[in-house]
């Protein structure tokens, strides 16, 4: 068995282990356990190390060049394709194409347009269209297409309001001088609104995209049957009479926006066998 003597005060240890736990309790200092590789010197660690100090470490550079394991090749000589002068680089970066100080003023960058037909959100630009209330043409991009109805102005807005939300319009039309459509209207309409299946007739709309069961139009109006010797108002009330329309092609349909006969079209209907006129 070896014996091995505390550096400090000489006790005598029976094992190497033995010395180590006491130097570390009674002394408060680890034993050094490496050897510095550039200087020597011995030094405790927890870890695998080969240098005492940060200044061996660099001193021996043990990662420079040829010994880095990135490494791929010396610096080579190419031509800045901004401003034209001379600068090395290394071959294991990115392509030499630009030297540090264009890098930095950043002029070797192109912008990317964004303006009309360069934008990635191009579509076409601006289309010709007519105003609905005075006809005036007008241009608009189609993302401004598609509300209830296209004008050219505050005033013909104003106009197309004043129409828009009159009469049967308005949201607080209750059918005219009678609050009840009378006989067979309750019944008409829900007829209606299954043939249709409940959906727009023009555009499509649903009750789930409307909010609400769809509206029931009269083509001929019930005014015309109310109005008109030798018809009952609730004539007025007959299958092929009515169409089921959601709240703006509804408001379209009431002012001549929508012919009749595209009505009857789109509801697969036959026109009824009155001269209803132009009303």
Request: proline fraction near 5%; include cysteine; aromatic fraction near 8%.
């Amino acid at each position: 068995m070896g014996t091995d003597s505390c550096p400090t005060c000489g006790r005598v240890f029976d094992s190497t282990r033995g010395l180590k736990v006491h130097h570390n309790q009674v002394h408060d200092q680890r034993l050094p356990n490496r050897a510095c590789a550039q200087c020597g010197t011995e030094f405790f660690s927890p870890h695998e190390k080969k240098y005492c100090s940060d200044e061996c470490l660099e001193a021996a550079a043990p990662y420079a060049g040829e010994k880095n394991p990135n490494y791929q090749g010396k610096l080579e000589d190419t031509t800045c394709e901004s401003c034209g002068e001379t600068f090395s680089y290394y071959p294991s970066e990115k392509p030499g194409l630009y030297c540090s100080r264009c890098v930095e003023e950043g002029g070797w960058r192109t912008v990317p347009g964004l303006k009309g037909e360069d934008s990635p959100r191009w579509k076409g630009g601006k289309t010709v269209v007519d105003c609905e209330i005075c006809g005036e043409s007008i241009e608009r991009f189609p993302s401004e297409l598609t509300g209830e109805v296209t004008v050219c102005s505050e005033e013909c807005q104003a106009t197309w309001l004043s129409v828009a939300f009159e009469g049967e319009g308005h949201p607080n039309w209750a059918g005219g001088p009678s609050s009840s459509y009378g006989t067979g209207w309750n019944r008409v309409r829900t007829e209606a609104l299954e043939r249709d299946g409940y959906a727009c007739q023009i555009c499509g709309k649903d009750a789930d995209a409307i909010g609400r069961n769809p509206d029931v139009h009269h083509i001929v109006p019930v005014r015309w049957f109310r109005n008109e010797d030798g018809f009952e108002e609730t004539e007025a009330h007959a299958l092929n009479n009515v169409v089921t329309l959601c709240v703006g092609c509804h408001r379209r349909a009431d002012h001549g926006q929508i012919s009749r006969e595209v009505l009857y079209s789109a509801a697969g209907i036959e026109a009824p066998t009155v001269d209803a006129g132009g009303e």
